[in-house]
Nanobody
Framework: QVQLVESGGGLVQAGGSLRLSCAASGRTFATYAMGWFRQATGKEREFVAAVSRGGMTTNTSDSVKGRFTISRDNAENTVYLQMNSLKPEDTAVYYC?????????????????WGKGVLVTVSS
C-alpha cells in the first residue's frame, strides 16, 4: 500500500512559480514510476509529467514543456513538480500518481495509487 500526499499548491500570479511536492509512504517508493496529472473545473484529467523509478527518464506534456520540471528524491520518498512561468490556464487540481507500470503513469490508465490532490490557482 502506498499513500501519496501532495503539498505546495496555492494562489500565484501569472508568470510566477510554484513547486509541488508529493510525499509517499512505504519502503518501495523506488519501485514506482511517478506522475503528475491535473484536472481543471469542467474538464477531464490530463497528464502533466512523469518520471521513471530511478529518475533518469522523464516525460512532459506539450502544454507544459519548457515550463514544468518533474524530479524525484528516492531517499526522501518524494516527487516534485517545479512549475515556472505559470499561466491562468494552468489553474487546476494537481494529483500525484504512482504505478509500477510506466505506460500506466504516462496515460493515467489503471494507475495503482492517487493522491487527493492540491489546488493551484493562477491569477491573470
Amino acid at each position: 500500500q502506498v499513500q501519496l500526499v501532495e503539498s505546495g499548491g496555492g494562489l500565484v500570479q501569472a508568470g510566477g512559480s510554484l513547486r509541488l511536492s508529493c510525499a509517499a509512504s512505504g519502503r518501495t517508493f523506488a519501485t514506482y514510476a511517478m506522475g503528475w496529472f491535473r484536472q481543471a473545473t469542467g474538464k477531464e484529467r490530463e497528464f502533466v509529467a512523469a518520471v521513471s523509478r530511478g529518475g533518469m527518464t522523464t516525460n512532459t506534456s506539450d502544454s507544459v514543456k519548457g515550463r514544468f520540471t518533474i524530479s524525484r528524491d528516492n531517499a526522501e520518498n518524494t516527487v516534485y513538480l517545479q512549475m515556472n512561468s505559470l499561466k491562468p490556464e494552468d489553474t487546476a487540481v494537481y494529483y500525484c500518481a504512482a504505478d509500477q507500470n510506466w505506460f500506466a503513469i504516462v496515460t493515467g490508465t489503471r494507475v495503482d495509487y492517487w493522491g487527493k490532490g492540491v489546488l493551484v490557482t493562477v491569477s491573470s
